[in-house]
């Protein structure tokens, strides 16, 4: 449909009330979503889209300070959080009350980011109104579908449903062309990921507690751990947390920090191998400022996150992904990262390797960074701008529907 013509320069004042401005709602719901999505927020408020933040709350206590640290207010609080709940449970009662705000909001844009319940929920909440759905970071495939459970099926559903899909690299389009997707609604941005880490490296002030934490383990060879994927649970992980604890016992210049997910099938674990234990320190989840400060410290990170591998690059360094395959390869080709696989045994052999001989991890350096350059957010922006607006003449029309 089209709309009253809009000034070309597209500069709208915000005290005006505008109709015809597009509506955009970004919806997120765990950590990963936020620091991902915070960027593309801003901007859409710098370019005076109406934009609407829906939190799902997927990770309820990590998600607060964030969004603090992000300046990140969120419209609409879907507290879909409760104990113990399947995949099914989370995503149905997404559906349920995020299909009520857009009934009443009605967006012309949904945005979701990734591949967790809360991305897919969304995803479908929008293409069941007939809503146009714009999918950041698009076309990550580790080739498996039960790994990362459920990411990968989510991401590939996702990709199914949406309209605009914002790729952060080459091979990610590759991925969706292999798949059908259209190659005019596909955009390599790069990841915002990278935005949000350099906005964070400007002023990097950590908290009082790691500064103490960094200057106590002076001179040891700090290892940062994060592990709380699902893949990951029991036995992998009881074994490597013991291949961890192996090495820091049998190696006095290590030491071993390690932000202990709230999920119980992490804390239970950690407690019984790793707690009281020398040179090994259990945090609570922390701050992204602080982890970012943490990571900058390390000697080396181990960790099964997704988002940890894209930050590794800008950090310069060396990273052991407990994982047994990755969609994102490129940290390894860029040399920064090293696939552990599922077997503990290969975790202290890279362990005591990387010790006795550390060549890599000393090689390991900054280096330009393979899923993006800071600026995929404005990337983002544009192209919404650009799809969703038209050249008339003596002047620019939006279109809602890119249908
Ligand atoms: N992170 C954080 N505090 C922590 C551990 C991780 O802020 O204590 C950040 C980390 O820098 C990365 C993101 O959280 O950007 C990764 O989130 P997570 O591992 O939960 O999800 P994934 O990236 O695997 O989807």
Known sequence: MMLDGIPQ???IKPHEVVDWRLKILVLFGTRPE???????????KKKFFQTIVVSSSQHKELLKPLLKLLNIETDFDLRIMKKNQTPNEVCSRILAKLDKILAEEKPDLILVQGDTTTTLAGALAGFNRQIVVGHVEAGLRSGNL????????????????????????????????AEDVPTEKV???????????????????PSARINELIEETKGLKRILLTTHRRESFGERMSGNLKALRAFVEKRKDV????PVHPNPNVQEVTNEILAGKERIFLLEPLDYKDFIALMKST????????????EAPSLGKPLFVLRENTERPEAIRAGVAKLVGGNSFTLARMLEENYSIDTWIKSVKEVSNPFGDGRA???????????FTKKIKGGTTVQRSLF
């Open 255 to 258: 030491c071993l920090f390690f």
């Open 34 to 44: 936020a620091i991902k999505l915070a960027p593309v927020i801003h901007e859409l």
């Open 299 to 310: 000697w080396l990170i181990v960790s099964d996150s997704g988002g940890v591998q894209e």
């Open 187 to 205: 955009f390599v941005t790069g990841n915002t990921v990278v935005d949000t880490l350099r906005h964070i490296l400007k002023n990097l002030t």
């Open 146 to 177: 039960y790994s990362p459970f459920p990411e990968e099926l989510n991401r590939r559903l996702v990709s199914q449903i949406a309209n605009l899909h914002f790729a952060a690299t080459e091979r990610n389009r590759r991925n969706l062309l």
């Open 9 to 11: 320069d597209n500069k």
């Open 377 to 387: 957010a404005q990337r983002i922006v544009k192209i919404i701008e650009e799809k």
